[in-house]
């Protein structure tokens, strides 16, 4: 993730001086170089972004404790503001954001709290960084374990999703590339009618459904396999482990 917010920042014009990347893994950091620099190279630095997992960030919020950063937001799920101010000695302002991994392609939806110290000034950094890799939408922090559970953890359903409808194409009959094609394809227009048109989930799918057709036979097949609930289980285990992680802090 912390590869995508660099090319993301590279890609919207930022110069590597303007936000420091702090990376544990010395090989990571070296592919990153030019892209974003890191706090050594960088210091003293405005903003910092905490893209390592975890269980890496008490030692990251130790690199940056003590080097004049401003602000810092970090990306690990489950670790609190609360605990970033801790290991950072309660200098800097802190935020915490919750991407996903739709920002390799700029297309993340992304959600943003503030903590301990962030003022508006903080948060519109945090957003511009941020909005290089895709959409954020603002929230209280008690939410973020719930928004890890649905769109940080989303991107894996669709996949998985993806994945089902390519299979049920070639168990019909389709080689496999024409039912990869037709299976993203139909995923991507699907997601711009949603996006594009405004048009509620519900209402769309009742406008493709014809009385006792072809789609009303497969959606009737979806419903008794349990997708609906299989979902809402899905995010709502996903969510658990967040607020799991979040209290091992």
């Not at 303007?18 to 190279?41: F, I, K, N, P």
């Not at 709290?113 to 603002?138: F, H, K, N, Q, S």
Request: with cysteine.
């Amino acid at each position: 993730m912390g590869e995508a917010l660099a090319g993301g920042l590279a890609a919207a014009g930022w110069p590597p001086e303007r936000v420091a990347v702090v990376e544990a893994d010395a090989e990571r950091r070296r592919a990153l170089h030019g892209a974003v620099a890191t706090v050594a190279e960088a210091a003293p630095v405005s903003g910092a972004v905490i893209a390592v997992k975890p269980g890496d960030v008490p030692a990251a919020c130790e690199g940056l404790a003590g080097s004049g950063v401003e602000r810092v937001v970090s990306i690990a799920a489950g670790v609190t503001t609360g605990d970033l101010a801790r290991w950072l000695g309660g200098g800097p302002a802190v935020l915490r954001a919750m991407p996903n991994t739709a920002a390799l392609v700029r297309r993340s939806a992304t959600a943003l709290a503030a903590g301990p110290g962030a003022g508006p000034g903080d948060v519109a950094w945090a957003r511009e960084v941020l909005e290089a890799v895709g959409t954020v939408v603002e929230l209280p922090e008690a939410a973020l374990d719930a928004v890890t559970g649905l769109s940080g953890s989303g991107p894996a359903y669709v996949f998985l999703l993806a994945e089902a409808l390519i299979d049920a194409g070639v168990l019909v009959g389709l080689a496999r590339p024409v039912a990869r094609q037709l299976a993203v394809q139909t995923l991507l227009g699907s997601a711009h009618l949603l996006a594009e048109t405004g048009g509620e989930p519900v209402d769309l799918r009742a406008a493709v459904t014809s009385p006792a057709g072809t789609t009303a036979a497969g959606l009737r097949a979806l419903e008794q396999g349990g997708l609906r609930a299989a979902v809402l289980d899905a995010v709502a285990a996903a969510t658990s482990r967040a607020r799991q992680l979040g209290g091992a802090g």
